[in-house]
């Protein structure tokens, strides 16, 4: 697709020297950005590069300090979301921002003022199924769940379809913050392939993801970021992944060698774990020796993220099908839910786990405390300026490395990580993978469910799940998407 000359078009937004100020920190610094019709405009840059804080300007949650901001030709002088709304401007965040104890179709009823009245309840439930089974086939979610119930690709499934529905407001441009970060790739491929859909029938859309593929492959033009500030914009077919990476800032060959030193060192320690899903019928089990790297792939809730939870427990108490030899520690995927403990500073989310060891006779020693989180501040790069400040006051990317922090800085032998890099910048991403290479060099075992399938590279061996059973058990010379693709679509008997 080849965007419209924009002298011949009116641009839907346009932001012209935008900032944003919090407190001393700069946000923005001077964003130009603008979005015409009939573009994707994927926008890219590390976590804390000011994307987000971009977003939230064009949905109206945040203000703008200076600068202007124009919609379809308007100039906003009191944007809002109510405005956005009114405008045709949806926002699909990459925190979920779903009423959890609510229906779907509830939820679909928050977005949409329009629906009121005698019989709301079914019109909303009609809307958001439509949406649904327009863009995820197959979903298997029904108007009725309690978006509680649901597991998070499912939530974030929702999310999507309610921005895409429409009542009697128009629907112009859908900003996508990291959509696909709790989605499987073949759900991925399902959403990316609408969003083409939309834009080639006129539709807008800004596309936000850490996946650098995702955005070559479906983007029109692509604008970078950078503290703050926009640094580079280009038509996306002038970028390649290494271009790209390197205009954020990035090494661009760190993943292949990665794949390589993993592919050098095979581990050769006792099996520390050894797990059979509960619904496996045959032999076929799950074995993790000392300074091994094992990867858990497949479709979204096909029993991953049970297994790792069972061998958590079975660290504490005994399980059964599942023997575990060493302390064990999880790194969560669904930060906000599961994470993070948002009314705590930094430097408390990562000591957590820890406690024992930093106590002074009953009492926890605050120096050994604040020691312990100034480690680990500067061996994973947590930027902030004092490790005393709320985790909150972190970005997505850097609350993310706190979790690993909380992990890595315990005694645990055993890390298991939920899908831990949703919505981490591709810079952050190769910091935590080479320091997960050398935790393993030493004796660490991870065990890693991912919906990436190039971080499978940094495995040692795959199990691949379906319909929560071990469908393949892929070595690393066999390792290949197409065999997990294959794998995942096979019938199970």
């Known amino acids: 697709m080849v965007p419209v000359p924009a002298e011949d078009i009116r641009p839907i937004v346009s932001l012209s020297g935008a900032e944003k100020h919090f407190g001393a920190v700069r946000a923005l610094d001077g964003v130009d950005f603008q979005v015409n019709p009939g573009e994707c405009v994927g926008l890219v840059?590390?976590?804390?590069?000011?994307?987000?804080?971009?977003?939230n300007m064009l949905a109206g949650t945040l203000t703008i300090d200076r600068g202007r901001m124009t919609i379809a030709g308007t100039v906003e002088e009191h944007y809002s979301v109510a405005r956005a709304q009114k405008v045709g401007v949806r926002c699909v965040f990459q925190e979920l921002s779903l009423c959890p104890n609510l229906s779907v179709a509830e939820n679909t009823r928050i977005s949409h003022p329009a629906l009121r009245g005698f019989g709301w309840h079914r019109r909303a439930a009609s809307l958001i199924t439509a949406s649904l089974d327009e863009i995820f086939p197959d979903h298997g979610i029904d108007a009725s769940d309690v978006v509680a119930d649901l597991s998070i690709g499912r939530r974030q499934m929702v999310e999507v379809a309610r921005a895409f529905t429409v009542t009697e407001d128009p629907l112009n441009l859908v900003i996508l913050d990291e959509p696909t970060s709790s989605l499987d790739a073949h759900t991925a491929g399902q959403l990316l392939a609408f969003v083409r859909r939309f834009v080639a029938g006129g539709g807008s859309c800004i596309l936000i993801s850490h996946v650098l593929?995702?955005?070559?492959?479906n983007s029109d033009r692509i604008v970078v970021m950078r503290d703050g500030k926009v640094v580079a914009t280009d038509l996306a077919g002038a970028y390649d992944r290494d271009r790209l990476v390197a205009t954020m800032g990035g090494?661009?060959?760190r993943g292949k060698i990665a794949?390589?030193?993993?592919?050098?060192?095979?581990p050769a320690g006792a099996p520390r774990v050894r797990a059979k899903p509960t619904q496996q019928k045959d032999g076929t089990q799950l074995v993790a020796q000392a300074g091994s790297i094992i990867g858990l792939a497949g479709l979204a809730g096909h029993g991953q993220t049970d297994l790792l939870l069972s061998i958590f427990?079975?660290?504490?108490?005994g399980t059964t099908g599942v023997e575990v030899t060493a302390p064990v520690a999880l790194v969560a995927g669904d930060r906000q839910s599961d994470g993070i403990f948002p009314q705590w500073s930094i430097a408390e989310n990562i000591s957590i786990r820890s406690l024992r060891r930093l106590c002074d006779r009953l009492l926890i020693s605050p120096k050994r405390e604040a020691e312990l989180a100034e480690i680990w501040k500067s061996r994973i790069?947590?930027?902030?300026?004092?490790?005393?400040?709320?985790?909150?006051?972190?970005?997505?990317?850097?609350?993310?490395?706190?979790?690993?922090a909380r992990a890595l800085g315990s005694d645990a032998d055993i890390i298991l990580m939920d899908d831990p890099m949703r919505g981490v910048d591709i810079g952050t991403k190769l910091e935590v993978y080479d320091l997960i290479r050398r935790e393993a060099a030493n004796g660490r075992t991870f065990i890693w469910y991912t919906t990436e399938t190039e971080e499978l590279d940094n495995c040692h061996h795959v199990y691949v799940f379906?319909?929560?059973?071990?469908?393949?058990?892929?070595?690393?010379d066999e390792l290949t998407e197409e065999k997990i693709i294959q794998s995942s679509f096979a019938e199970v008997h």
């Open 213 to 217: 593929g995702e955005v070559l492959q």
């Open 259 to 266: 794949a390589q030193v993993v592919a050098s060192v095979q």
């Open 381 to 404: 790069g947590i930027r902030t300026p004092d490790m005393s400040n709320n985790i909150l006051s972190l970005s997505g990317g850097n609350q993310q490395k706190a979790l690993f």
């Open 466 to 476: 379906k319909n929560g059973r071990i469908v393949a058990n892929l070595t690393r």
């Open 313 to 317: 427990k079975a660290a504490n108490r």
């Open 45 to 55: 840059g590390h976590n804390g590069a000011g994307k987000s804080t971009l977003m």
């Open 251 to 253: 090494a661009a060959h």
